[in-house]
């Protein structure tokens, strides 16, 4: 079975750095394009950037390019959202989702369960 | 960008009766790169449909999509107490966007 299992909630403090993470099983995780969706506390879904982990080839929204930093790690499975300085405006809930076949671009399925994130000022 | 417009932003509706939701693209989605998903309160996306009418798999036959170019609908022929819940729309070309979602809610 494909799963996704994301980092736990985190709490934080404006300008601080953080690092989430999105752990994949059940797949060849090198071969699967990987993504990252944001959703505002009571909006929409908005796509972030996706990551092939086979060659970390990196695409993001240029909405959030410069303002995250998606990476992945091949030997343990595991692809990464990354912040170096937060701002109140990230408090979200952050999905990652697997591109459904090893091509790009391709439907989002399946989804790992969501990270919430707080940043106070 | 292609910018994803769901109508309507919210419908009001009895069990058994049918639900048109309906998405529209600011310009053409290329082969049909078009998903629907739906979302629970509290709990991730949930793909329903691809390729604007691919039913994903475990998806009950009252879930239906339609459409090409610029114009798509997801149909729930018969809403089932489960249903009451968001649904988005999601074009996935090179540079994927969602919909802003519509709200089916019990009348």
């Not at chain 1, 996704?4 to 797949?27: H, N, R, T």
């Not at chain 1, 909006?43 to 086979?54: A, D, H, R, S, T």
């Not at chain 1, 912040?83 to 990230?90: E, F, P, V, Y």
């Not at chain 2, 078009?34 to 949930?46: E, S, T």
Request: charged fraction near 15%.
């Amino acid at each position: 079975e494909v799963q996704l299992v994301q980092s736990g909630a985190e709490v934080k403090k404006s300008g601080e750095s953080l690092k989430i993470s999105c752990e994949a099983s059940g797949y060849r995780f090198t071969s699967y394009w990987i993504g990252w969706v944001r959703q505002m506390p009571g909006k929409g879904l908005e796509w972030m950037g996706i990551i092939y982990p086979g060659d970390s080839d990196a695409r993001y929204n240029p909405s959030f390019q410069g303002q995250v930093t998606i990476s992945a790690d091949k030997s343990i499975s595991t692809a990464y959202l990354q912040w170096s300085s937060l701002k109140a405006s990230d408090t979200a809930m952050y999905y990652c989702a697997r591109a459904h076949s090893s091509s790009w671009p391709n439907w989002f399925d399946p989804w790992g369960q969501g990270t919430p994130v707080t940043v106070s000022s | 960008e292609i910018v994803l417009t769901q109508s309507p932003g919210t419908l009001s509706l009895s069990p058994g009766e049918r639900a048109t939701l309906s998405c529209r693209a600011s310009q053409s989605v290329s082969s049909s790169y078009l998903a629907w998903y739906q979302q629970k309160p509290g709990q991730a996306p949930r793909l329903l449909i691809y390729g604007a009418s691919s039913r994903a798999t475990g998806i009950p036959d009252r879930f239906s999509g339609s459409g090409s170019g610029t114009d798509f609908t997801l149909t729930i022929s018969r809403l089932e107490p489960e249903d009451f819940t968001v649904y988005y729309c999601q074009q996935y070309g090179s540079s994927p966007t969602f919909g802003g979602g519509t709200k089916v809610e019990i009348k």
